[in-house]
């Protein structure tokens, strides 16, 4: 195994994984922190829903666009000095949005923040899973994803500290990117030697990782479906507006409290099946919300399990595909992954308004079928996971 997982101070090991985990959290927070400040910065000069949408997608844009070239960079400049560069180009950045009095500067730097979020996302993880031995991989990844999900939670309540108003929220999100790459220089944080993929093209390792990928699909698919109408969902269905809310968060409540359980789960147990089992809980559970919608009582806990199960899908499938693959290939997975991520952002919402159109149920049937038609992955896919 690369890197310094096979010395034998385990405080050297401790080191960089408590610091790559923090990235996560660090990640959360700019992202949380983030999409509120420009939305409403936005609407205070005075511009529509649309043109809010269309400079969030600038964002979306420029993670796309370097996807990829990341095998490219991590191999010629390596993960820690690619992480440095994007934090310190991501505080800089932040730091040119108040200085422009136009909108329209706004779209190239968000083009360039979203660029500097993808390295730091893609590779920070990508060297996480390396560095941890597979009888703890499902646990770290885990926890990973639950900080990352805890910090995008904290981010609006930072920003209600600090005040919209003024320079100081652009300022305090760039100090936090520029003490994160601070964190990446002390000597223990050794990367694993560069290696290029072992593949040329990108596209190649849909055949050599189909659940990873697909996995990363189907969450942003339903993530974005979910935290979209759910709300709406409940209140067609006759719900408050404030409980309709307190749905969504008690939903997004149980992916950040159960992933790490679950990855302990699969530390211990077959991952393959493991992944079959939570996609048929995350089917089963989606084809009860019609009847338990109608009781918040049977509701609430529904949704807690159902998300904790279902996001758990993809912290599993990539700590299985890191037991797989190692150095330029797992990067070159995380890259593709990271595309599957943008198509499936913009695709499922899209797709669930449509089927809710169709169907006061029609997210539920959305969500029960892409799940149940994952399940059947791992199930024909033995040799994937």
Request: aromatic share 10%; hydrophobic share 55%.
């Given at each position: ?12 090991q401790?080191?960089?994984t ?6 996560g ?30 400079n ?94 805890v910090?995008?939670a904290?981010?609006?309540a ?22 994160a790459?601070a ?6 944080m ?13 596209l ?5 990782a ?26 067609q ?99 593709l ?7 499936g ?13 169709a ?27």
């Open positions: 195994m690369s890197g310094y997982v096979t010395q034998p101070n385990t405080r050297i401790f080191l960089p408590a610091t790559l985990i923090l990235m959290l660090v990640f959360g927070l700019v992202m949380g922190l983030g999409a509120p400040l420009f939305t409403l910065d936005l609407t205070d000069r005075g511009y529509g829903a649309g043109m809010v949408a269309a969030s997608m600038m964002h979306a844009l420029g993670a796309l666009a370097m996807a990829p070239f990341m095998p490219l960079l991590a191999t010629r400049l390596g993960p820690r000095r690619a992480i440095f560069l994007a934090l310190v180009g991501g505080s800089v950045t932040l730091l040119l949005f108040p200085l422009s009095s136009s909108i329209w500067p706004w779209f190239p730097l968000r083009i360039l923040l979203g660029a500097f979020c993808e390295i730091i996302l893609v590779l920070s993880e990508s060297w996480l899973n390396q560095i941890t031995d597979n009888h703890a991989r499902g646990r770290v990844m885990g926890l990973y994803s639950t900080l990352l999900s910090g995008i904290i981010g609006p930072l920003l209600s500290v600090t005040g919209r108003q003024g320079n100081l929220p652009f300022w305090g999100t760039a100090a936090i990117l520029l003490v790459a964190a990446t220089l002390p000597p223990w050794v990367t694993p030697p560069p290696a290029a993929p072992t593949q040329h093209k990108l190649r390792y849909l055949w050599l189909p659940i990873a990928i697909t996995a990363t699909l189907l969450i942003a698919m339903l993530d974005g479906a979910a935290t979209s109408f759910l709300a709406l969902y409940a209140i269905s006759g719900w408050s507006e404030r409980a309709a809310t307190l749905l969504l968060s008690v939903m997004l409540l149980g992916a950040t409290v159960m992933q790490v359980p679950i990855g302990w789960v699969g530390d211990r147990t077959n991952r393959r099946y493991l992944l079959i089992i939570l996609a048929l809980m995350a089917c089963g559970g989606a084809l009860l919300w019609p009847m338990a919608i109608r009781q918040p009582a049977l509701a609430y806990p529904l949704l807690f399990v159902w998300d904790g199960a279902f996001a758990s899908l993809y912290s599993v499938a990539m700590a299985a595909a890191g037991n797989r693959y190692r150095d330029g290939d797992l990067i070159a997975i995380y890259a992954c990271s595309l599957a991520w943008g198509i952002s913009f695709t499922g919402p899209a797709i669930s308004a449509a089927a809710m159109q169907s006061p149920h029609g997210l539920a049937l959305f969500a029960a079928t892409l799940c149940g038609l994952f399940a059947l992955l791992p199930l024909l896919l033995k040799k994937s996971v």
